[in-house]
Each structure stands twice: as C-alpha cells, then as structure tokens.
C-alpha cells in the first residue's frame, strides 16, 4: 500500500567516491527523471559551499538544468540560504526559471549561511546579514509580485510570476518567520532533529493566513534508506555514519579506516554524531512505510521530504527505487 500523504526528494547533489562532478549531476538529472514517472511531488536542491562531496552550490543553475529535462515535477531550493544573496538577484533567477518553467517552480528560503565563516567571507557577504532575514524574505516575495518595497526598482524577470515561498529551519526561529508571513514551512528534520515537534507546534500555533497560504502547511525532513533487506539496509546505513565521521574530523579519504570510524561512533562523542540523523527510516520498503507513517503523526506534518544518504551510487539507487513502490501515484 502506499503512503497515505505525498512523498518529496531533497537530492543533495552528491558527488560519490570514485565520481567526477559531471557524474555526480548526471545522476541527480536522471533521478528527477525517474522521479516524476514515480510520482513523487518535488525535488529540492540545496546551497552549500566549500563542500567537495556536494554539487548544488549554483542551486539555480542546476535547477534550470534538471527543469530543462523533465516535463511535470516541480522543483525548486532547499534551500537558497538567503543571507548569501540580494532579494533582488534571487527573485531574477528563479522569475527566470519561473517564465521558463510556468507553474513548476518554487523557492526554499534558509536563514543559515550554509558553509563555514571563511566561505561566507569569500562569498562577499556580510555575516551579520541574517539579522534582516524576514525583511529580506519579504523584499523578495514582493520583487516577484507586483508592487515592489524598493522605489523605482522591479525585477525583471520576476515581477509578477509569484514564485511561492516557504521558510525554512531548524529551530524556533524559523517557525516564527514562516507563521507570521503565512508561508510554509520546512524543518530540516533530518540533520537537526531536537526542535522539530516544539518548532511545529508553534508554528501551527501562531499561523496567519496569507494571500499565498490559507493554513498551515509543514513539510518534515527524513532520511531513507531502503534495501532489500532490514540486515542489509542496517549495514548501509553504517556506512552513512562512517561517512559523517570522516565528514566532521575532516577525514573523508581512507586514512580513518571502518575500524576507527566505528570507535569514534561507539564513544560518548558519536553519539551526537548519530542523534543528528536520528530520523532514519531504514529496512525494507514495510520497514520503512511503517517508519515513515509514525514519523509524519510524531511531526504533524502534511507532507514528507526525503534524503538518500546511502554512500555508494548502487544502494542509492536500489534505495529509491524501493521507496518509489509507496509513492501514492507510483504508476
């Protein structure tokens, strides 16, 4: 049976051992693909930077690519870290990608710089930016309406395509953000799990309806990993946490063998390390529907997003194909 509430993909653009950039793309192109003959809602791309194993830094650019060959599924950021950019530079890019793309198109917004502070210095920006984060989301969203709040200033393309927004987070903050301006909102549940049912809650709380939106609406963030087997996912999704070792210690290639990820996972400090993506559904595609359904009642949430963050392209792939059989309009 499938699920019974929609199933979205944010697609980290992952870059695996052995892959080239182009590879790492090409993949990401031909998932989106695959996704929409699958049925599932939207794909996100998120901005990261200084990050070797992540490919969507130009989140615009690579969802004009994925757009320009596919035909139906919406796309869209997960997000723009907006406090990288002017409002009126990323209502340009995605009013282009809208008058493109007419009714596929929407756009994430985070508050986070997404980087480290010596990438934020090279990227040009102000770290104190993120103090005007809701006056800039707002400057934005009516950039890509009608009336602009600059005088004298319209963005061209934008104006007019109404490119809908939703705010993201991981805290308290961003619920706050997404409830007074009645957008909705996104919690990255499956990085940063602590605030979510607290972050949640408030927001639903303090909603006020909006031109865009009328009610609340969540999206919760979740990591899948599907396999043909419970023992076999297991397994894979030892491989994710090595991996987030090797991540944070800064140890991506083979000096930090299995053996020490392992130590570093068993000790007191893995398991902050482990609690971060404590939201996993792993096992078998019953293993992971059942997760998944208990997952979205513990958020409340209307919809799902989900990561693959299984490390080797093969189980990636078996992964989702797995979990494309409890999509609702799975054909």
């Known amino acids: 049976m499938p699920l019974p509430l929609p199933l979205s993909i944010l697609d980290l653009a992952t870059v695996a051992r052995g892959e080239t950039v182009a590879q790492g793309l090409e993949a990401s192109?031909?998932?989106?693909?695959?996704?929409?003959?699958?049925?599932?809602?939207?794909i996100w791309y998120?901005?990261?930077?200084?990050?070797?194993?992540?490919?969507?830094?130009?989140?615009?650019?690579?969802?004009a690519h994925v757009a320009a060959h596919t035909e139906r599924i919406t796309l869209g950021s997960g997000g723009v870290m907006l406090p990288n950019h002017s409002p009126l530079q990323i209502a340009e890019q995605f009013g282009t990608l809208a008058e493109l793309h007419p009714g596929r198109i929407e756009l994430g917004l985070g508050r986070a710089p997404g980087t480290d502070q010596a990438t934020v210095a090279a990227l040009r920006r102000d770290p104190r930016a993120s103090e005007t984060f809701p006056q800039d989301v707002q400057?934005?969203?009516?950039?890509?309406?009608?009336?602009?709040?600059?005088?004298?200033?319209?963005?061209?393309?934008?104006?007019g395509t109404g490119v809908p927004l939703t705010i993201l987070g991981s805290s308290l903050y961003g619920a706050q953000v997404a409830a007074a301006l009645g957008l909705p909102y996104g919690f990255a549940s499956h990085f940063a799990p602590d605030a979510l049912e607290q972050a949640v809650a408030l927001y639903r709380r303090e909603f006020r309806p909006s031109e865009q939106l009328s009610a609340p609406h969540v999206l919760a963030g979740v990591n899948v990993i599907a396999a043909d087997s419970d023992d076999e996912a297991q397994q894979i999704q030892r491989e994710v946490q090595r991996s987030r070792v090797r991540l944070f210690t800064g140890r991506r290639g083979a000096s930090l063998t299995d053996a020490e990820a392992d130590a570093v996972l068993d000790s007191a400090s893995g398991g902050q390390i482990r609690s971060m993506t404590r939201y996993t559904a792993v096992g078998t595609?019953?293993?992971?529907?059942?997760?998944?359904?208990?997952?979205?009642a513990r958020a409340d949430a209307d919809e799902l997003i989900?990561?693959?963050?299984?490390?080797?392209?093969?189980?990636?792939?078996?992964s989702w194909e797995l979990l494309a059989t409890k999509v609702q309009n799975a054909s």
């Open 285 to 296: 595609p019953e293993t992971v529907t059942a997760y998944l359904e208990e997952f979205a």
């Open 29 to 42: 192109t031909l998932l989106a693909q695959r996704a929409e003959e699958w049925g599932f809602r939207r």
């Open 139 to 159: 400057e934005l969203q009516a950039f890509l309406g009608t009336t602009s709040l600059v005088p004298g200033v319209e963005a061209h393309p934008g104006r």
């Open 306 to 318: 989900v990561t693959g963050p299984a490390p080797r392209r093969e189980s990636w792939w078996r």
């Open 46 to 63: 998120a901005e990261h930077h200084n990050m070797g194993s992540i490919a969507s830094a130009a989140t615009s650019v690579l969802i």
